[in-house]
């Protein structure tokens, strides 16, 4: 990461390995569930994405593209493999770099958080399920073999030589949210014996491997990045003692840039739950460990979660402990957001509590991600996105899409 001489949201970035991103804004990954039935990328995305790019974004994070097609996180997931209809990706990857933006995949395993109508037996580290209420939507996984391990970690190799191929400028590995290398850090959900769990160094190693993996693959100028958890906020579970160690080792690896987030399907902090209230007031979920995080890594490092104005944002910018300031739902409703954080001072955006009025069934439908993804299918048309859309409508697509899906998994 080069020195600028004036830090604003306008302000370019140079990577360390050269490369020039236009401005501080980061459009974090958003699941679009975009895909084709054969699960390459619907020409939605295409404009979805030059949409975005117009908007004025500097650098724009894919929803998650999975490694493995038998390994879907939910209905509607892109996957990138030896099997994909490349000719889609090549024309999303364009249509991402309008107007000088740029335009990164992000890779991921969801290990055991499969829905059980998507998967009869997910894998995992170690054979332990979901918890906290969840335990009725996904089934409980099996522990992976030393074998299948290493094959999960060429997987991501492979998916990361294909995103290059097929003109993405960067990768990201997810391992956050309690997917699959997210899973492996953790004490509670990895319990394993072997060279892969108990002890922090083991635990860590999946990650350090998958990044090796792709680096062998890509070259060492092309970017990797990874979307990591400051903590799972789960009793335990990993902690930000362990996360910044995680950190210091992906740094000394090489890694190029850390997207820091939060949180779990079991304890969902990377939207807003149980967040303090003076953390809301400053906007930024997760910039009290960014700002530790600094002071061990020089690495690009970008915060995501709770971002709603230009004056928060520039606050963490100036700050010093984040380079880049990551926004995602906000660009759901309204993707010109950038330009009018770039243009106004004063510039923000208020994002409604979402709900139908029975807390059950917003769990159920998983109403925060799904009525963005309903907002995102719109824009992937050409329209036009409608921050009024009625919880209930969003609902019911929702389960519309699940029970088509749930109807194919019993067919097969």
Known sequence: MSTVIEVGLSSSLTLENGMVIKNRLFKSAMSEGLGTRDH???????????????????????????????????????VLDDQSDLSEFRRWAEAGK????????????????????????????????LENG??????????????????IIQKFATSARLAKETGFQGVQIHGAHGYLVSQFLSPRHNQRDDQWGGSLENRMRFVLCVFSAIRAE??????????LN?????????????????????????????????????????????????????????????????????????????????????GALESGATDMVGVARSMAIDPAFPNRLLSD?????????????ITAIDQMAMLDV????????????????????????????????MGAYALRSRRA
């Open 134 to 151: 969840l335990e009725k939507g996904f089934n409980k996984p099996r522990a992976l073999t030393e074998p299948e391990i290493e094959t």
């Open 345 to 357: 001072p004063n510039a923000g955006i208020e994002l409604r509590k979402l709900s139908t009025g």
């Open 218 to 227: 890509v070259g060492d100028d092309y970017p990797i990045g990874i979307k």
């Open 40 to 78: 390459n990328p619907k020409p939605d995305l295409a404009t979805l994405y030059k949409t975005w790019a117009d908007g004025g974004i500097g650098l724009m994070m894919t929803g998650n593209v999975m490694i493995e097609r038998t390994a879907l996180g939910e209905p509607g997931n892109v």
């Open 230 to 314: 400051s903590a799972d906020f789960m009793r335990g579970g990993f902690t930000e003692e362990e996360s910044m160690e995680v950190v210091k080792a992906l740094a000394d690896a090489g890694i190029d840039q850390i997207e820091i987030s939060g949180g779990t399907y079991e304890s969902p902090a990377m939207v807003g739950q149980d967040i303090k209230e003076s953390t809301l007031k400053r906007e930024a979920y997760f910039l009290e460990y960014a700002e530790k995080v600094r002071a061990l890594v020089s690495t690009s490092l970008v915060v995501t979660g709770g971002f709603r104005s230009a004056k928060g944002m520039l």
């Open 370 to 401: 799904t009525w963005y993804e309903n907002q995102l299918a719109l824009m992937g048309q050409g329209k036009k996105p409608n921050p009024n859309l009625n919880p209930w409508i969003s609902f019911f697509k929702t389960i519309r899409t």
């Open 98 to 129: 309008a107007n000088d933006a740029h335009i990164w995949m992000q890779l991921n395993h969801p290990g055991k958080q499969i829905p059980n109508f998507v998967c009869k037996e997910p894998v995992a580290p170690s054979a332990i399920g």
